[in-house]
């Protein structure tokens, strides 16, 4: 391995680690009405722009990897310091996606997938089928040898069309489920071993004639959860709080291009708030089989300090009915595919 293929491949892998070290920026509304150019210039960031105006020139493409990770469960919890007070209050909220499942994120990602074909072939590039792709040895050692698809976690499941897994530095999104330092720890093995199939990126190119590649990856949150009792002074507070705002968000949505030895990634500059019509309702989880607990204002869970400590937690469904689900969604992402395309052609 080259040191220039090292370090390319390097910086590809830390923008993927990323998200798991860094402090979650605020989410940032989809803009509505959408204007692509607009979204592409405020939403957007690149990193490298070197292989964007090879794409120029080259006008073929390939997309070796496009996957998705569909969080299915998440939770949140809060408590207060106990300083100078007789007891300590805590709170938990759980939440659960329920409506849809691996079916429908299946057939949503493949619908995408060929939406963002159908885009990029809107921009003048010849895009290679899988059948092209299926013919390159490089192609079939890296999927064979890679994260086999789907991925299914405890809190996500990470799908992606027929035929592709997640291979290179896109290894790592196997373990963006996990949260904080676990994620960083559990992601080094795979880092390294991305790292090192990176490299045969450039032989791949040159087994489908000199294509670029086009990698993508997504996130998509069902809820936005807060402790309200982060930092040094909210733990002081009597009480402690945690709230829920339920609609989909997408964490992050990245596109990586490949052009020879180099790379570059465009990514959202934030996470972003998505159509809340997806969702028909928010529920209390049934407490047993066949008990359907009625519609609740989900909010603020609190529980206040009293003379000796006190817990209270609360579980709750989401529910998403699957034709408007795909729907809202399709058009969401859609439009985020057109904000890094446009993006990519701006930088050429």
């Known amino acids: 391995m080259s040191p220039r293929s090292f370090a390319i491949a390097a910086v590809l892998c830390g923008s993927l680690l990323q998200p798991a070290l860094a402090k979650d920026p605020a989410a940032l509304p ?45 939770s949140v919890s809060s408590e207060t310091s106990g300083f100078a007070a007789a007891g300590r209050a805590s709170v938990s909220g759980y939440y659960r996606l329920t409506g849809v499942a691996e079916p429908e994120f299946q057939a949503l990602t493949e619908q995408l997938y060929a939406s963002f074909v159908q885009a990029l072939q809107a921009q003048g590039l010849e895009v290679l089928t899988p059948q092209q792709l299926a013919a390159s040895p490089t192609w079939a050692k890296l999927t064979a040898g890679g994260v086999q698809m789907p991925v299914r976690g405890e809190t996500s499941i990470t799908v992606a069309p027929p035929g592709m897994a997640l291979y290179g530095t896109h290894r790592m999104l196997a373990n963006t489920s996990k949260k904080g330092a676990l994620a960083a720890l559990a992601g080094f093995g795979a ?43 909210s733990g002081l507070s009597n009480t402690a709080a945690v709230s829920a705002k339920l609609h989909p968000i997408l964490t992050h949505a990245r596109m990586t291009v490949m052009s020879g030895p180099e790379g570059s990634t465009l990514s959202t500059k934030a996470p972003l708030l998505l159509d809340p019509a997806a ?52 058009a969401n992402l859609a439009q985020t595919h057109a904000m890094l395309i446009a993006r990519m052609v701006s930088e050429q």
């Open 30 to 74: 989809l803009p509505d009405p959408f204007d692509v150019a607009s979204a592409a210039a405020s939403l957007v960031e690149v990193s490298g722009v070197k292989a964007l105006k090879d794409i120029k020139g080259n006008r073929r493409v390939a997309v070796p990897q496009f996957s998705i990770e569909f969080v299915t469960q998440d």
């Open 191 to 233: 880092a390294v071993t991305g790292i090192s199939e990176s490299v045969e990126n450039v032989t791949l190119q040159k087994e489908l004639d000199g294509a670029a590649l086009v990698e993508v990856s997504m996130k998509l949150h069902f809820a936005q959860l807060k402790n309200e009792n982060r930092g040094f002074l």
């Open 279 to 330: 969702f028909t309702e928010v529920r209390k989880e049934a407490a047993t089989t066949g008990e359907i607990a009625g519609a609740v204002a989900v909010g603020l869970l609190r529980m206040a300090i009293g003379s000796k400590d006190s817990s209270s937690s609360e579980k709750y469904e989401v529910v998403a009915e699957p034709q408007r689900y795909r729907e809202r969604i399709a």
